[in-house]
């Protein structure tokens, strides 16, 4: 069932070609990585996993053969919320707002995820590409609460982690900015549930470091994978036209609902 699901998702996905550029998704009760390279061949830029996928070291232990491929091939991946396999979806209660899930159990994923990585997954592969959306729940701000509880110092400035903004606005994005630099911020929204207008996004950011982000973040064997994608709109709206709200360098969109 999951398998006919995702095929019909990435046949609708990637027939609407550019602007759009899309990210693979995986069963992933039975990790393959031979499902990295069909995703890859079909002109997926990189995989998406929910963040519960990596919340854990069993967790993490299970999806490793896909980070090792994905890894060894040159492509990102991107972390999203979600629960993984074998983890309850969560309840829904009539009685909780709208916004609980998205300001609990979405947040604490993300930070687990984070958390997982940084702490375990970077040792275990150095050369990942990671974007992980909504700022990763602000877990890098967490890191002197980490290291007063025992945990590891961990470098939060690392180079090949990438964090997008969606549902954040000007103060979440500055503290993270200042903390693990403004460098590696790209910009997303939770379009159609959250506007990012609301947060006076995207005309906060600073959008030669989200250009300079996403060249960075979006490349494969050295070459970058979105100019190949997405042909002239890449070039005409991205980089020579930076700092409008027509430009848009990476917007990670998802329907969180």
Same mark, same amino acid.
């Given at each position: 069932?999951?398998?006919?699901?995702?095929?019909?998702?990435?046949?609708?996905?990637?027939?609407?070609?550019?602007?759009?550029?899309?990210?693979?998704?995986?069963?992933?009760?039975? @990790?393959?990585?031979?499902?990295?390279?069909?995703?890859?061949?079909?002109?997926?830029?990189?995989?998406?996993?929910?963040?519960?996928?990596?919340?854990?070291?069993?967790?993490?232990?299970?999806?490793?053969?896909?980070?090792?491929?994905?890894?060894?091939?040159?492509?990102?991946?991107?972390?999203?919320?979600?629960?993984?396999?074998?983890?309850?979806?969560?309840?829904?209660?009539?009685?909780?707002?709208?916004?609980? @899930?998205?300001?609990?159990?979405?947040?604490?994923?993300?930070?687990?995820?984070?958390?997982?990585?940084?702490?375990?997954?970077?040792?275990?592969?150095?050369?990942?590409?990671?974007?992980?959306?909504?700022?990763?729940?602000?877990?890098?701000?967490?890191?002197?609460?980490?290291?007063?509880?025992?945990?590891?110092?961990?470098?939060?400035?690392?180079?090949?982690?990438?964090?997008?903004?969606?549902?954040?606005?000007?103060?979440?994005?500055?503290?993270?900015?200042?903390?693990?630099?403004?460098?590696?911020?790209?910009?997303?929204?939770?379009?159609?549930?959250?506007?990012?207008?609301?947060?006076?996004?995207?005309?906060?950011?600073?959008?030669?470091?989200?250009?300079?982000?996403?060249?960075?973040?979006?490349?494969?064997?050295?070459?970058?994978?979105?100019?190949?994608?997405?042909?002239?709109?890449?070039?005409?709206?991205?980089?020579?036209?930076?700092?409008?709200?027509?430009?848009?360098?990476?917007?990670?969109?998802?329907?969180?609902?």
């Amino acid at each position: 069932q999951a398998l006919s699901l995702l095929d019909a998702y990435h046949d609708g996905a990637l027939s609407l070609g550019p602007p759009f550029a899309v990210w693979g998704a995986v069963p992933l009760d039975l @990790p393959d990585p031979a499902d990295v390279d069909r995703l890859l061949d079909r002109g997926c830029i990189g995989l998406s996993l929910p963040a519960g996928a990596l919340a854990g070291i069993d967790a993490f232990s299970r999806v490793w053969p896909l980070l090792e491929r994905l890894e060894s091939c040159g492509a990102p991946l991107f972390v999203h919320p979600g629960p993984g396999d074998r983890q309850a979806t969560g309840e829904v209660s009539l009685s909780d707002p709208l916004w609980w @899930p998205a300001l609990t159990r979405y947040v604490a994923q993300m930070q687990a995820a984070w958390l997982t990585f940084a702490g375990v997954g970077r040792c275990a592969h150095p050369r990942l590409r990671v974007v992980f959306a909504m700022l990763a729940g602000l877990a890098p701000l967490h890191a002197e609460r980490l290291r007063a509880r025992g945990g590891p110092r961990l470098c939060l400035a690392d180079p090949l982690l990438f964090y997008d903004t969606s549902s954040y606005g000007r103060s979440a994005v500055s503290m993270v900015a200042a903390t693990v630099g403004a460098g590696q911020l790209l910009y997303g929204s939770d379009r159609p549930v959250v506007e990012p207008g609301e947060l006076h996004m995207p005309a906060e950011l600073d959008w030669g470091p989200i250009a300079d982000a996403a060249r960075r973040a979006f490349v494969r064997g050295g070459a970058p994978v979105l100019p190949s994608v997405l042909g002239d709109w890449w070039r005409d709206e991205v980089f020579e036209g930076a700092g409008t709200l027509g430009s848009l360098p990476v917007e990670a969109e998802r329907d969180d609902r």
